[in-house]
């Protein structure tokens, strides 16, 4: 039987994606999809190149992402998670950035998934957020003593 070999360096995780429901799979309108992963997907279902970027994957403002369908939790989701388990059911043929994300030690959602459940007494609770990104722009401040770059946040547009 192989040795297990635990290194120091190993990087320790704060979230546990097995207890969330899988809110980066489904509020992202966007899972990049390169050649590469194409390819792994197809490799994954044992298509072509080109039956598994038809099937697959669509054209975003001219990228190649994964088709997504409606949730029971989120208004949309990635076609390949599980909706009932929440788990990735190509996990060993998934995308580059679902490999890599959240690319960091923490997860934002999941933290504000273990407060508010924490919160409200309830394992269950799945707080529903939605992301907005806003336009900035440079501009630059001056007062007598100096002067800087900033962004700023570009006003809420009117609906
Ligand atoms: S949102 Fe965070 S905790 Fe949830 S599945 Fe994604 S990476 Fe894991
Ligand atoms: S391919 Fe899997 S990990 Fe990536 S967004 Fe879809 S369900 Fe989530």
């Known amino acids: 039987m192989a040795k297990q070999v635990i290194r120091d ?14 809110y980066c799979c489904s509020v992202y309108d966007r899972v ?14 044992g298509i072509s190149f080109e039956t598994a970027r038809r099937r697959y994957t669509k054209d975003y403002k001219g990228e190649r992402v994964l088709k997504r369908v409606e949730d029971k939790i989120f208004e949309e989701t990635c076609m390949f998670l599980d909706q009932e388990t929440r788990g990735c059911t190509i996990y060993h043929g998934r995308p580059g950035v679902c490999r890599e994300y959240p690319a960091r030690t923490r997860c934002a959602y999941y ?7 924490i919160q409200q007494g309830d394992e269950t609770a799945i707080p529903l957020v939605q992301i ?7 501009a630059e401040v001056k007062t007598d003593q100096w002067r800087e770059k ?3 946040w570009e006003p809420e547009k009117k609906r």
């Open 9 to 22: 360096d190993q990087p320790r995780v704060y979230f546990d994606c097995n207890k969330c429901p899988a």
């Open 32 to 45: 990049q999809v390169t050649k590469r992963d194409i390819t792994r997907l197809a490799k994954h279902f």
């Open 111 to 117: 933290d504000l998934l273990r407060f508010e459940r």
């Open 132 to 138: 907005t990104y806003h336009e900035v722009k440079k």
């Open 150 to 152: 900033v962004w700023e």
